[in-house]
């Protein structure tokens, strides 16, 4: 059942769209990258119940991990600032130290108050290991631990939120895949007429096992044809995807995640996966802000960039 939630909810924006009306299928668009203008989409779902934890534990400081273009990274930093709370990120790359002023992301979650601390890739292995952790307590003092992505129970219970009673009109609901939090909050809150589809943005089907630790619900699929390669692995197929869909649309995607799974969608609606008079929601869980990181890669590749 879907949780009538009487906290912060976004707009669905119908797509209009050739192939979609070729096909007789509807798509609308919930704009969850416009709930916050820097905690965006499913980040501001996934941190709102851990912010509120911490603070009734009593907690000052907010410790997390990520990359150098996380989106966890830019939206827990501005959301720590926000709340009160100080902020350290564990960055994955200690090549990153001397040159972290020059990334995006990085400055602007420093702005926004965050302390970093960047670790060997493979240190940044062990962020899930007991002692790696005391030692994080023994080196910053006491912290409340947001995982990698922001994904545990708190974050789920969160994004159960993103779908509302007024979308039980649609039959599929579309969502891309990280670490299976965000997908695990829309299987558990959705209608018992409703399939949801998780488009992975990783290579492999592990993600599989992670979202059945976290759910009972069996109507759902995770895809995982549309990852090009892997984690923020592009293509030009995919950027001239993205580009000429926010040219139609006015719609920006990412193309770590929301492009792959648009790009996924239209790809099975091509292929008539979905029968005419389907009605499919697809979640825009933001990422808006990795843009720039992600042209200063292609640039160095002599690729086209994204549009902005």
């Not at 493979?122 to 962020?127: F, G, P, Q």
């Not at 947001?146 to 599929?172: F, H, Q, R, S």
């Not at 089907?205 to 923020?232: R, S």
Request: hydrophobic share 40%.
């Amino acid at each position: 059942m879907a949780v009538n939630s009487p906290y912060l909810q976004s707009i669905n924006q119908l797509v209009d769209h050739p192939l979609l009306a070729e096909k007789q299928v509807s798509l609308v668009i919930k704009r969850e990258d416009l709930l916050h203008p820097f905690i965006s989409g499913n980040k501001y779902r996934k941190l709102k119940y851990n912010l509120l934890a911490a603070k009734a534990e009593n907690e000052h400081t907010i410790l997390t991990f990520g990359g150098a273009y996380s989106n966890h990274i830019a939206a827990t930093a501005y959301a720590a600032r926000e709340k009160g709370f100080k902020a350290i990120g564990v960055i994955r790359g200690e090549e990153l130290e001397g040159s972290w002023q020059m990334n995006a992301t990085l400055k602007r979650a420093n702005e926004d108050g965050m302390r970093f601390k960047f670790v060997t890739r493979s240190d940044y292995r062990e962020k899930e290991n007991h002692v790696f952790i005391e030692d994080l307590r023994k080196e910053f003092g006491d912290f409340y631990l947001v995982p990698e992505g922001g994904t545990n129970e708190l974050a789920i219970k969160g994004c159960e939120e993103i779908i509302t009673p007024e979308d039980k009109e649609y039959d599929i609901i579309c969502s891309s895949v990280g670490t299976g939090g965000t997908v695990s909050g829309l299987i558990k809150s959705s209608f018992s007429h409703q399939k949801v589809l998780g488009f992975s943005a990783l290579k492999g089907d592990f993600l599989k096992d992670e979202i059945e630790k976290m759910v009972d619900n069996k109507h759902w699929q995770l895809l995982t044809d549309y990852h090009f390669g892997g984690y923020a692995k592009i293509s030009e197929e995919l950027i001239h995807f993205i580009n000429a869909f926010k040219e139609k649309t006015n719609i920006p995607l990412d193309a770590i995640y929301t492009g792959k799974m648009i790009f996924g969608l239209f790809d099975m609606v091509k292929r008539d996966t979905f029968a005419a008079g389907t009605k499919i929601m697809a979640i825009h869980t933001g990422g808006l802000q990795g843009i720039a990181g992600m042209n200063s890669v292609l640039k160095k590749k002599n690729l086209p960039l994204l549009n902005i």
